[in-house]
């Protein structure tokens, strides 16, 4: 077991992330260089991990009551009544403060399982196990817990740091192509917020990554948990910096609401659309150059990362995407705040714009 550990360091907690090959087996261990101890757990397993990686877990589990609650992973799920179930498994088992919930799974199992953590008696303790490459490289760190409404995405929800967090690799062996890409999506967007290298690296070796390729797709992972790290400890509650986070993410959020959240369009792939939108808006605005946007446009080509907008939403929803946009949560006038790119490697924070903008500037993107 040869693992890259990194600690995050917030107000709330001090916690590792570890990230290689074959962690799982190995859990008793890393518990105990971590002192975590509690007598009961309950596993919130995504019910699409394989059986023969659960079993592992099982097995390396220091011997406790250990209750599993299996979990039908999708953005629909990725609600109130969610989090009633588990809060019901938490109280009828009576857990306590000191028991622990453990997370295997992407980032919808783990924003769920970390939301029911953090209200269940005020807070349990976290052990978040990533399962997608998605949230390897975003969701498990930092801290965001949510659900999503009928309003709009992850409008409900806490920060809540978990206790320690396990990225086994081997569980992006089943995950399909499209989901790789997913979580391909948010690591360049760490890229293009925070470090122009990396992104040349991305450029570089993107096929390798894509296929899973080491030392490549750990490099990767670790770098991108390297720049979220920095960027939330230093802002942990997203009163300015972390907001760089959402780049490309207002429209993102914006076409999953409009489909309803439906597996039409995953998280990843909207927020690949979304990055190709907001560097388009910086170009058009005069921020970004053209060599700069060009370099960013030919990467999503080459790689075959972008899907067709308008194959998923039809020109007539124009007003509800807006319309999210209005309702995101970093909006603190009628505008719409964005996230966009001076350079890469350059984000520029807290730029507002009219409503009219945004709709004549996606009225192309949709109808083009
Ligand atoms: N909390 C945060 O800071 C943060 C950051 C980024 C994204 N998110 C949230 O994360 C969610 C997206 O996460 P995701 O892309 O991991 O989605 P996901 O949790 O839906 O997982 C993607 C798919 O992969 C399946 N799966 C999971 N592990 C697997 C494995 N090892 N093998 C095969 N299939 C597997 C799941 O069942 C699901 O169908 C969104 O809801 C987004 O809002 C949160
Ligand atoms: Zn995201």
Redesign the pocket.
Same mark, same amino acid.
């Given at each position: 077991m040869s693992a890259i550990k990194l600690q995050i360091n917030t107000k709330e907690r001090r916690y590792p992330i570890f990230i290689g090959s074959g962690l799982i087996t190995k859990l008793s261990k890393l518990l105990n260089s971590c002192s975590i101890k509690f007598s009961k757990c309950l596993l919130v397993i995504?019910?699409?991990?394989?059986k023969t990686?659960i079993n592992k877990i099982l097995k390396s589990l220091p011997k406790k009551q250990t209750i599993i609650h299996i979990f !039908?992973? !999708?953005?629909l799920n990725?609600n109130q009544s969610s989090v009633n179930k588990i809060l019901t498994i938490l109280l009828k088992k009576n857990f306590h403060r000191n028991d622990c919930l453990i997370s295997i799974?992407?980032?919808? #199992?783990?924003?769920v399982s970390?939301f029911a953590s953090s209200i269940f008696k005020r807070g349990i303790k976290f052990i978040n196990i990533? &399962? #997608?490459?998605?949230?390897q490289v975003?969701?498990?760190?930092?801290? +965001? #817990?949510?659900i !999503?409404s009928i309003h709009g +995405? !992850?409008l409900i929800?806490s920060f809540y740091q978990p206790n320690l967090v396990i990225s086994d690799i081997n569980?992006? +062996? &089943?995950?399909?192509k499209r989901?790789i890409i997913?979580?391909y999506g948010?690591i360049l967007k760490h890229s293009l917020i925070a470090n122009k290298k990396f992104f040349l690296f991305l450029n570089k070796n993107a096929n390798k990554i894509l296929n899973l390729k080491s030392p490549f797709i750990e490099k990767s992972i670790h770098r991108s948990c390297l720049i979220k790290k920095r960027i939330i400890e230093i802002d942990e509650k997203e009163k300015n910096l972390r907001k760089i986070?959402n780049f490309g993410h207002t429209f993102a959020?914006a076409y999953?609401a409009t489909l309803q959240y439906s597996?039409k369009l995953?998280?990843?792939e909207a927020?690949i659309l979304g990055i190709m939108n907001a560097s388009k808006f910086s170009l058009k605005n005069n921020l970004l150059s053209n060599d700069e946007f060009k370099l960013i446009k030919n990467h999503l080509i080459q790689f075959k990362l972008l899907i067709k907008l308008k194959k998923k939403i039809s020109p007539n929803k124009l007003n509800h995407i807006v319309s999210f946009m209005t309702k995101d949560k970093k909006n603190t006038t009628k505008k719409i705040n964005l996230i966009l790119l001076k350079k890469i490697g350059q984000p520029i924070l807290n730029l507002n714009f009219d409503n009219k903008k945004l709709y004549s500037f996606l009225k192309k993107e949709l109808i083009d």
């Open positions: 995504d019910s699409k991990v394989p990686l !039908n992973a !999708n953005e990725k799974g992407g980032g919808i #199992t783990g924003d970390g990533p &399962t #997608t490459l998605l949230a975003d969701s498990s760190i930092g801290g +965001k #817990t949510g !999503n +995405k !992850n929800g569980f992006l +062996k &089943t995950l399909p989901e997913c979580g948010e986070l959020h999953e597996k995953n998280h990843g927020v």
